[in-house]
């Protein structure tokens, strides 16, 4: 059984940057797409970023993009989420997830633990 493991997570002020990681552990670890969500307090789960995991192509949401920069290490079933220029509203849990259908919108997902992500001013 896969499990998803976030980590990196802290308290930045804005402006700042930190790099996030999700290390997937298993016997075997094969998903179509990996990507980050995140959930801000009293908010709905969101869409950030994902990544096919064999191709390398990503996608980003639009209030992230050139912010924040999705890769993966293949190799060590490691997923990072880069973000730069941290903005008040971007303070949420975040979580990492592998996808193993062609939408997010499937049952064929996990989703990793969480790790709070807090801009202060």
């Known amino acids: 059984q896969v499990q998803l493991v976030e980590s990196g997570g802290g308290l930045v002020q804005a402006g700042g940057s930190l790099r996030l990681s999700c290390a997937a552990s298993g016997r075997t670890f094969s998903p179509y797409i990996m990507g980050w969500f995140r959930q801000a307090p009293g908010k709905e789960r969101k869409f950030v970023a994902d990544?096919?995991?064999?191709?390398?192509?990503?996608n980003y949401a639009e209030s992230v993009k050139g912010r924040f920069t999705i890769s993966r290490d293949n190799a060590n079933s490691t997923m990072y989420l880069q973000m730069n220029s941290l903005k008040v509203e971007d303070t949420a849990v975040y979580y990492c997830?592998?996808?193993?259908?062609?939408?997010?919108?499937?049952?064929?997902?996990?989703w990793g633990q969480g790790t709070q992500v807090t801009v202060s001013s």
């Open positions: 997830a592998a996808l193993y259908s062609s939408s997010w919108s499937s049952s064929s997902k996990i």
């Open positions: 990544i096919m995991w064999s191709a390398g192509r990503t």
